[in-house]
T-cell receptor, first 114, second 111 residues
Framework: DAGVIQSPRHEVTEMGQEVTLRCKPI?????LFWYRQTMMRGLELLIY????????DSGMPEDRFSAKMPNASFSTLKIQPSEPRDSAVYFC????????????FGPGTRLLVL | EDKVVQSPLSLVVHEGDTVTLNCSYE??????LLWYKQEKKAPTFLFML????IEKKSGRLSSILDKKELFSILNITATQTGDSAVYLC???????????FGKGTSLLVTP
């Protein structure tokens, strides 16, 4: 298996633009997690899905952020409109049956909002 | 509010030294504590601890959990330059599968 796949790996955009981050979880994994990592706040969980259904989105910072999982092999995290403070590394991770020992992280998307 | 605090925030040691990294937590309905290693990319899983007093070991790395005092330590013996990384501690509660991460300890092992 190729592991968790994220795209793009790097994104530079201007304030106010829409940003869409993509994730393909490991095949067979039924949990998908979106995290954000910054120097100031560390690694924070934004939202997670079980069987394509959002379970906990309490970490989503505000209405500018939205996440979808239309099927078991694809998820998106959208920021609209983007702001400079959204600059961070965004990780997607997936696991099987919520087993944290099987939670694997993708390589991350490094986002810079100018 | 759940809290995970790691110390020290950063550490510089010489190759061959032994280091101890600390993680203390406050979480409602604790389920497990996990350690990750993060080099210049995604975190990779090291250990998951659920029971007090049982040491988990993998090569030169070991970890133990104290559920009474609400902390865990990660030990690395005979450190190597390849151990240089950020080590993250995370706690999981029974209320879901979300992980609450600490800010990490940045370890630099010099030759």
């Amino acid at each position: 298996d190729a592991g968790v796949i994220q795209s793009p790996r790097h994104e530079v955009t201007e304030m106010g633009q829409e940003v869409t981050l993509r994730c393909k979880p490991i095949s067979g994994h039924d949990y998908l997690f979106w995290y954000r990592q910054t120097m100031m706040r560390g690694l924070e969980l934004l939202i997670y899905f079980n069987n394509n259904v959002p379970i906990d989105d309490s970490g989503m910072p505000e209405d500018r952020f939205s996440a979808k999982m239309p099927n078991a092999s694809f998820s998106t995290l959208k920021i609209q409109p983007s702001e400079p403070r959204d600059s961070a590394v965004y990780f997607c991770a997936s696991s099987f049956s919520g087993n944290q020992e099987t939670q694997y992280f993708g390589p991350g998307t490094r986002l810079l909002v100018l | 509010e759940d809290k995970v605090v790691q110390s020290p925030l950063s550490l510089v040691v010489h190759e061959g030294d032994t280091v101890t990294l600390n993680c203390s937590y406050e979480v409602t309905n604790f389920r497990s504590l996990l350690w990750y290693k993060q080099e210049k990319k995604a975190p990779t899983f090291l250990f998951m601890l659920t029971s007090s007093g049982i040491e988990k070991k993998s090569g030169r790395l070991s970890s133990i959990l104290d559920k009474k005092e609400l902390f865990s330590i990660l030990n690395i013996t005979a450190t190597q330059t390849g151990d240089s990384a950020v080590y993250l501690c995370a706690v999981e509660s029974n209320s879901g599968y979300a992980l609450n991460f600490g800010k990490g300890t940045s370890l630099l092992v010099t030759p």
